[in-house]
């Protein structure tokens, strides 16, 4: 049986005060306060087939609104470079906290331009951060398992008189599945590892204050749980789920608090590190490694006769194990299909990674108008709407990757 290696490292990507937050476009100023350190955290993967033939794979999971496509490149051009890594092995995983700062030179309207010597700065603590992991290669075994956690996430997507509005809808579509895939020390099955999949939007916070969200607070969770073990966020496809943050009465949106940010964060941690539990001393059973990517570039056609480029990268940890990552906010309708494409197969739909073109809406959504497929080109600078035949477009071009 082939050999899977890991190696991990840890960076802190805490902009300086000042500087201002992606994701909203009503703040007037920079941030003023740092509610939590932001983070990155770096997985170098390497299967041993004991021919002497090693294969790689890295994945950056990152408390950022998103890599865009200029940083996208930027690290697929140094991390070659340096590390010998094609472009399809490596994925870069945005949590899309609207409380960090702006990475995507797309988004404008919503944060303002990205600051030159903040975006020097994390590249080059992201390229250390991946020699640092892929010095500290050891033996693991990889197992996933399933979990739920219902409550915390919510459709945002009300009809009224046949037309979308941004309301909380608990009979919404959502995806309360919680994956964990644990990576346990072959020689004694501590802990090394563990990436989670969730799919809700980390928008619990919209103040001045620089925070990772939920997924942040999931984080700490677990690597104060498993203590010595990297934790990274690997978000689903959350384009119409947010956090359940409503007014009494749950008809209406509010601002979430610090308190909530740490209830959903200490919330999803309890639930993926029980699912470690269950696996990590269980009879479940192991995956056995293969490391394999490949990916496409999407052209997708607005109505204006236009097209804006959509990343789609497949990377498998096994043969029955793979994400598909995607650079934009997919809809969690997309989610759902992706992980049934595969029957009796784990196939992690990735949204917000590699760059971040704009909202991905399906089919059904486009007569109903909102936010999503009409008024979020703004934020995005986008010319014009999304036709609604890029859902068959990209699921046609995802199931070409998966065949």
């Known amino acids: 049986m082939a050999q899977l290696l890991l190696g991990t490292a840890g960076t802190v990507i805490t902009p300086p005060l000042g500087l201002f937050l992606a994701g909203y476009g009503f703040r007037d100023r920079g941030a003023d306060e740092v509610l939590d350190e932001i983070e990155a955290r770096v997985f170098w993967l390497q299967v041993d087939d004991g021919t002497g033939k090693l294969e790689d ?9 998103g890599f865009g496509k200029a940083l996208t490149a930027a690290l697929r051009r140094q991390l070659s470079e340096r590390f010998g890594l094609a472009a399809e092995r490596l994925t870069l995983a945005a949590s899309h906290t609207h ?13 303002g331009h990205p600051d030159p010597d903040y975006i020097a700065s994390l590249q080059e603590r992201l390229i250390e951060a991946v020699g640092e992991a892929r010095s500290k290669l050891r033996p693991v075994t990889l197992r996933s398992g399933l979990g739920a956690l ?31 895939l644990l990576f346990q020390d072959a020689a ?51 384009g119409d789920v947010r956090p359940a943050c409503t007014l009494v009465g749950g008809r209406q949106f509010r601002r979430g608090t610090p308190q909530d940010v740490a209830a959903f964060g200490n919330a999803l941690g309890d639930e993926v590190a029980r699912v470690v539990y269950s696996i990590a001393d269980s009879e479940a059973a192991l995956h056995e490694p293969h490391i394999s990517g490949a990916r ?14 959509l990343s789609v990268q ?47 809406s399906s089919e059904r959504m486009f007569p109903e108008g909102g936010y999503e497929p009409d008024t979020s080109i703004r934020p995005f600078n986008l010319p014009a709407p999304f036709e609604p035949r890029i859902e068959g477009l990209l699921l046609e071009a995802v199931k070409g990757l998966l065949a």
């Open 57 to 65: 794979a890295c994945i950056i999971t990152a408390d950022l609104i």
């Open 99 to 111: 409380s960090g700062p702006q990475t995507c030179e797309n988004m404008t309207t919503a944060g």
């Open 150 to 180: 219902s409550g915390f996430a919510i459709n945002r997507r009300v009809l009224v008189n046949g037309k979308a509005v941004a309301a909380p809808n608990p009979k919404g579509v959502r995806d309360d599945q919680v994956t964990a």
């Open 188 to 238: 004694n099955g501590e802990v090394a590892a563990v990436l989670y999949h969730y799919t809700c939007h980390p928008t619990t916070m919209g103040s001045y204050g620089v925070t990772g969200d939920y997924p942040g607070a999931a984080r700490r969770r677990l690597e104060k749980e498993f203590s010595g073990a990297a934790s990274g966020f690997l978000p689903g496809c959350f």
């Open 296 to 309: 496409t570039d999407l052209q997708l056609p607005l109505v204006d006769g236009s097209s804006a480029e």
């Open 314 to 360: 497949r990377l498998d940890f096994a043969p029955d194990l793979a994400l598909v990552a995607m650079g934009g906010e997919i809809c969690v309708d997309y989610g759902h299909w992706i992980k049934a494409m595969r029957p009796g197969k784990t196939t992690l739909p990735v949204g917000y990674s590699n760059g971040l073109v704009g909202y991905i």
